[in-house]
Nanobody, 124 residues
Framework: QVQLVESGGGLVQPGGSLKLSCAAS????????FGWFRQAPGKEREGVSC???????YYADSVKGRFTISRDNANKMVYLQMNSLKPEDTAVYYC??????????????????WGQGTQVTVSS
């Protein structure tokens, strides 16, 4: 049974940093793509960054140069390092996964297993 648990969210001032973690269990992660998505109040859930099983990465234009996605297959972890945070980054962040997705696949409907989310608030 696929399970994903996010952690690392919180309150941070503009310009600050946070590192989100996603712990996977119940499956062998090596052939799975992972994605980080976010949903702000009143908005659609959007893809922030995704990483394929071969470590190909995708970033939304709004986070390029500020966020970095990475994965540690041995420990079944996926990370999102977020730097230079802005108030518009405030949202619930979700980790998601799907078997076999290739490079650049970061649409919300392409992923079929989701974590419960972690709140990120960027405010002074």
């Amino acid at each position: 049974q696929v399970q994903l648990v996010e952690s690392g969210g919180g309150l941070v001032q503009p310009g600050g940093s946070l590192k989100l973690s996603c712990a996977a269990s119940g499956f062998t992660v090596d052939y799975y793509a992972f994605g980080w998505f976010r949903q702000a109040p009143g908005k659609e859930r959007e893809g922030v960054s995704c990483i394929s099983s071969s470590d190909g990465t995708y970033y939304a234009d709004s986070v390029k140069g500020r966020f970095t996605i990475s994965r540690d297959n041995a420990n079944k972890m996926v990370y999102l390092q977020m730097n230079s945070l802005k108030p518009e980054d405030t949202a619930v962040y979700y980790c998601a996964t799907r078997y076999g997705l290739g490079y650049g696949r970061c649409g919300r409907y392409e992923y079929d297993s989701w974590g419960q989310g972690t709140q990120v608030t960027v405010s002074s």
